[in-house]
């Protein structure tokens, strides 16, 4: 199978000008660049894009009355594969032919043998491809991107296979994919690249700073979804789906990480529901224990209340007490008075009849030395004491027929 041809259109700068007559370094040209033609230098083509750029302008103008836009497309680009043995003459007749089917001008051809890469083998691999620069607008000042329907991109391509003489590729239908070249998949690898820095820095914010929910969700597809289409645009005719399958791999590692975060964002939530159950049975505990440190506090302040009743019962009844002994004392003191009285009056009747005093100092120093011993607490044994004194005192008197 030959080589199989292809031609890619797209928005062009002036600065490219300088790039196909290789007037300006070119970073992937590894191979001879002797081999390389250009048609015209990039002086020469800038000077004669100006000059159609300015007619064409002015025929904008006067079939719609109006300047020129500046956001106005006025430059396209052709990126042709070529085979090994195409040569500048075929390029030119497929020039003419652009010319003829667009309405365009060719300002600029180029052919480069020189740009590529070296394989894993250590051979080099030459990508052979020619430049077609073009203006942006026919001779009435309408746009030629317009020109490219689906329609005309299919009859460009089968010109391109003719007038090179090369192998055509497969006809998509309209809204299938379709393979990109090797110039098409360099500068979307270019753009996966970017849109990959800017969606981890995307994910790393989501998964630092911000909480896993719908609406989150929502704004980084939305980001994604736009960047995507930013970059279909400056492609041209590479569509979504053809971007999108570079991304297939990141996606995946992206619904990866997604799923990851959803699943841990779910246990967080289920860990703080937990959390928050363990706090309020906790919370039930406490108050169980309030009520419980509530009902012993108030059963202790009746209880402390029921002791002080007590205490001031018991201190009433010992004041009662300590007076009725007090009383008691008192009554045994004046007794034992009465009995010294009693054995004095004793004395005195049995001198009076010449007899002798039955009772001497030594009783009367007992007397005063139960007057000394008796006390609250010795009321009792001072009481026996007396009463037993008392029956020697009457039993004598008896004995002397004195009345006691």
């Known amino acids: 199978m030959g080589t199989i041809s292809s031609i890619h259109i797209s928005k062009g700068h002036v600065g490219e000008f300088f790039h ?8 992937n040209s590894i191979g001879d660049k002797s081999k390389n033609e250009v048609t015209l230098s990039a002086k020469e083509a800038l000077k004669l894009y100006h000059e159609k750029l300015k007619k064409r302008s002015e025929a904008y103008t006067k079939r719609t009355g109006q300047k020129l836009q500046k956001k106005a497309i006025t430059l396209m680009s052709a990126v042709v594969n070529i085979k090994s043995d195409t040569t500048m003459s075929e390029l030119k007749r497929l020039g003419d032919k652009l ?40 001779s009435e000042g ?56 800017e969606l981890k820095k995307q994910i790393k914010s989501l998964q630092n700073n911000e909480t896993l929910n719908k609406k989150t969700i929502q704004r980084y597809i939305r980001n994604f979804e736009e960047n995507v289409k930013k970059y279909v645009n400056v492609f041209g005719n590479i569509s979504k789906d053809d971007v999108m399958d570079l991304f297939a791999g990141f996606l995946q590692s992206f619904k990866t990480r997604f799923d990851k975060l959803k699943e841990e964002n779910k246990k967080l939530k289920k860990d703080l529901d937990d959390m928050q159950q363990k706090a309020f049975e906790r919370w039930q505990t406490i108050n169980s224990q309030k009520e419980e440190i509530a009902e012993l506090k108030a059963e202790v302040e009746e209880k402390n209340k029921i002791i002080n009743q007590i205490k001031e019962l018991d201190s009433v009844k010992l004041a009662r007490e300590n007076h009725k002994l007090k009383l008691t004392v008192k009554q045994l003191k004046d007794e034992i008075s009465a009995l010294r009285k009693q054995m004095i009056h004793l004395n005195k009747e049995l001198q009076a009849k010449d007899e002798n005093p039955l009772f001497d100092r030594e009783d009367y120093q007992y007397l ?24 020697k005192v009457r039993s004598k008197s008896q004995n002397f027929g004195i009345d006691f």
């Open 142 to 197: 309408r746009s030629i991107k317009r020109k490219l329907s689906f329609k005309m991109l299919r009859e460009l391509q089968d010109i391109t296979a003719q007038t090179l003489k090369m192998e055509r590729g497969q006809k998509r239908k309209l809204g299938e994919r379709k393979r990109l070249d090797t110039y098409q998949f360099k500068q979307a690898m270019s753009i996966k690249n970017q849109t990959e820095k």
């Open 20 to 27: 196909n007559s290789r007037e300006k370094p070119t970073r």
């Open 368 to 391: 005063s030395k139960l007057k000394r011993e008796l006390k609250a607490d010795t009321v009792e044994q001072v009481y026996n004491k007396v009463v037993e004194l008392k029956q």
């Open 99 to 138: 010319e003829k089917e667009l309405g365009t001008k060719i300002l600029q051809i180029a052919i480069h043998r020189d740009e590529g890469h070296v394989s894993e083998a250590g051979e080099l691999v030459i990508n052979q491809h020619a430049h077609i620069m073009m203006m942006g607008l026919d």
